[in-house]
């Protein structure tokens, strides 16, 4: 037996709006918002819900309020790809204008990736386009 990955949580000192804006990133939905979580899940994850096995669900992402900020460099962040046929240095240009921030924690000049803070300063990297 293995365990699901279920959600990560992220806190915020606004946790509606950072979920709104990771649901607007990413083309997923919020599908809870109360003044003590918001959770943003893939759409096709609420299509297939019925005939995924419990396993395969994926994981989803849950906004709970804080009151203070964000402190320091994050332990553990996100990587997102985006495909082959998709423009990379688009996706990123469209992040940045959503409010995301391109942002240096001492990746090397030959990183193939990018590494971006979202409104709240969370990190995250574009990595390189891939098939897979």
């Known amino acids: 037996m293995a365990l ?3 959600s990560t949580v992220v806190e915020s000192t606004d ?14 939905e919020v ?8 959770v943003v899940v893939p759409p096709w994850a609420l299509e297939l819900s019925e005939s995924l096995e419990f396993h395969r669900m994926p994981p989803g992402m849950v ?14 962040h996100w990587d997102f790809a985006p495909h082959t046929g998709d423009d990379r240095d688009a996706e990123i240009a469209r992040l940045v204008g959503l409010g995301a921030t391109v942002i240096d924690v001492g990746q090397p000049p030959t990183a193939t990736w990018t590494v971006l803070a979202d409104p709240d300063g969370n ?3 574009v ?3 891939r098939e897979q």
């Open 127 to 129: 990595l390189s386009a």
């Open 63 to 76: 906004f709970v309020p804080v009151e203070h900020e964000k402190a320091g460099k994050n332990r553990l």
């Open 4 to 6: 699901r990955w279920y």
């Open 31 to 38: 599908i809870f918002d109360t003044d003590g979580e918001s």
């Open 123 to 125: 990190e995250f990297c």
């Open 15 to 28: 946790h509606k709006k950072l979920a709104r804006w990771w649901a607007e990133a990413l083309g997923w």
